[in-house]
């Protein structure tokens, strides 16, 4: 017994604080999807792009990745408004295909843009912190830049709870998804509280970005590779709730590492699947959502 | 002589392709309550939706402290000056009381005086406060009835509107809830309101408007007003 | 039939004649644009019937594809069966395939399915790149194939793409036509009519599986080599999705229209393959966002223009 936990206790913590990345991957779709229930099928597409700015600003500037999240999450932030604003409000309302279109094609845009302006080669934002390892209490390695990603996940759901409860933006958006009627009636201007909602969420992204670009390699196409793990956070943690989201991400990383470590290394991103694939068969609201 | 504080003239109004009201016009004039009164469907809350720019008239004008208003969006209507309690109360679920008030001054002029307008609405209905920090969605329907007039409150608007704000309540309750009305009308907010219940709405009111399939069929001040022409306009014969 | 008596039969048929005789008059390079035409037709199509009319966005075509090229690839190769047989049971595997997992995919609705769907050929894209049999990530080369020659290859294709569209004027005339345009208009009316609602649109997923990956068998008996990054790959679904909403989605011929327009796009931009679909991509979400019927669909709806109507008069 003692065995099999010395042996799993690897799986295990580096499954927890990849499921911290995860969790931040999924909470800006987790967002769309609560408040103007649209899947944002960019959403991969959008954490790719950001690692591309993130390092275009490297290069540029030759610093940090870390401090590259200045620029990243402004420019994320103006480019998801405007994406909300003149392509998706026009849509919303007029059924539940056209957004989801019009996420596909922007997705398919995104990746070719990259393509071309990048080329296919595979890239990674090199940093000090991705080849180090650190030691916990002398029995557990942990390679140092999942812990930083972590905390990173950690600091940016903290600070999205703390907008949500305390801001009249962030209240203002909740109240836009109860009921967008009633919130107009309060003086909300709902299409632009959407496109508000829709910044943060991809400024979220370009924290997932810079997270996915200091620790593994990433390529014009890996948009939709993330997408399916957005997508896996959300379902198994439940619609527009930040800590069941983070939760998802925690099982999802779990299960994968726990599933590469019982089954070959070439299993992990299909050990997820699996799971996306049964929790949708049979809880797709969520395995947290009080039903 | 009160100032005529909102003028509609000759509004027609379509929901989708059915026509629901025709010709429509009415007074309201300044610290005065006035109703609507008709039976289900006879347009009351399309009118109300109308008025707070829900819905917009393909003909007419709508006129607000003398400027033009058909026509604009609901959220510029509380810029204006007018508010909504809409039928149904629709407060918001996931928020508190707390939030769903502070929901009621979200534009920017309301904001700064939201601690002193806050104190005046905890005064006029003190289970809010007592419930300030509970979901809305955990309050009685009378109480919810409260946070959203208290929300439409919060503005400080010159006229606020109600739409049905009896329905689904205990006679107790709804005695309660339009003695505040009163209390809200004495302290110099125009009122503007939509009622089933004939007899309520002639007791808290200085002018009735009665309208049937769409049109107003009588007007005129409660006093003056006999049971039987009331009757017959209520009912259309 | 309205259809007979109308002129329009008489282009059609003067289209086909066109069609069948092509290799004889036309240059190689419009051969092989009239085939790929008539592939990503029957594609479309099938896409069409799933999305347009049985409102199923399925995001996991390329499974069928994938499944298809293979069992042509892995019958014909490994046990020297006929390339038509083995045509045929890569559709029957696909549908097969296709049966076996709806028990859990149409637990799924709307964007679940869509991504249920994308997630099952993710899975199996990366089930057989792991796997020896098939050549790993590297594939296989379909030798078989060498013996057709081109011409063999076009007429199988252009009837593919013929046979589609008159399977699902067919069909949508049929009862199951019926209600699934009853399905289309109002599910949960047609449910009380005794629309049985599940047995028509596992039908429809059944036969664009079957189709598709019979279809797939043909694509690779002219492209030859197959590998599951591209055989998996969610860049089938992104031509299909794309050649419905332009042409015009829950139409006959809006499939018909984009195909042309699709292919005829990929080749004149053959040495940009990013840019063709970065323009598509940019057209299909114009033409959501101004004319979401498509081209057909907007034709339709001002002219009252129908080529080939599934109404029955």
Known sequence: ?291 | MTKTLLRVQEIDVFYHDFHALWEISLEVEETLVVSIIGANGAGKSTLLNTIAGVLNPSQGTIEFQGKKINGIMPYHAVAEGISLVPEGRRVFPRLTVLENLEMGCYIPKARQKKKEVLKKMYELFPILEERKNQLSSTLSGGEQQMLAIGRALMCEPRLILFDEISLGLAPLVIKNIYQRVKQINAEGTTILLVEQDIQRSLKASHKVYIMQSGRIRLEGKPGELSQVDIHKAYFGM | MKLLQSGRLYGIILVMLALVSLPYWASRYWVLIILLFSLNLALSQMWNLLAGYSGLISLGQQTFIGLGGYALAVFSIYYGLPIWLSIIIGGMVSALFASLISAPIFRMRGVYFAIGTWTVAEALRILFSNWKYVGYGMGLFVKPAYALSFNTIYFTALGAGMASVVLVYFLLRSKLGLGLMAIRDEETASETLGVDIFRCKLTCFLISAGVTGAVSGIFYLNNIFIQPNSAFGIDWTIRLVFITIIGGIGTIEGPIIGSFLYVFLHQLLSGYPSVSLLILGIIAIGVILVAPKGIMGTLQEKLGFEILSPRRR
């Open chain 1, 1 to 291: 017994m003692l065995s099999l936990l010395n042996e799993l206790k690897g799986p295990i913590t580096n499954g927890l604080l990849l499921g911290g990345l995860y969790g931040i991957i999924g909470i800006g779709m987790s967002m769309i999807f609560g408040i103007v229930r649209l899947v944002n099928l960019a959403h991969g597409d959008l954490v790719i792009l950001a690692s591309y700015l993130s390092l275009v600003t490297m290069t540029l500037f030759s610093v940090d990745p870390i401090f590259t999240l200045v620029i990243v999450i402004p420019a994320m932030c103006i480019i998801g408004f405007a994406v909300q604003y003149y392509l998706l409000n026009p849509v919303l309302g007029k059924g539940m295909n056209p957004p989801l279109l019009v996420a596909f094609g922007l997705s398919i845009i995104f990746q070719n843009l990259l393509l071309l302006i990048f080329t296919p080669d595979a890239r990674t934002l090199f940093t000090s912190i991705s080849v180090k390892t650190i030691s916990l209490w002398g029995f557990l390695n942990i390679p140092l830049v999942y812990l930083v990603d972590f905390a990173g996940s950690v600091i940016t759901i903290a600070l999205l709870h703390q907008l949500f409860r305390r801001t009249y933006l962030g209240k203002a958006i909740k109240a836009a998804s109860d009921d967008e009627g009633a919130a107009q009636l309060m003086g909300i201007n709902t299409k632009t509280i959407y496109a508000f909602a829709m910044a943060i969420a991809t400024g979220t992204a370009g924290v997932a970005g810079v997270a996915v670009g200091i620790t593994f390699t990433f390529y014009p196409q890996t948009g939709p590779e993330y997408l399916i793990i957005a997508f896996g956070v959300v379902i198994l943690g439940g619609l527009g709730s930040l800590f069941g989201t983070f939760l998802g991400g925690l099982i999802l990383g779990l299960a994968q590492l726990l599933g590469a470590h019982f089954l070959g290394p070439g299993f992990q991103l299909l050990s997820g699947y699996l799971i996306l694939l049964i929790v949708l068969t049979f809880r797709p609201t969520g395995l947290f959502t009080k039903v």
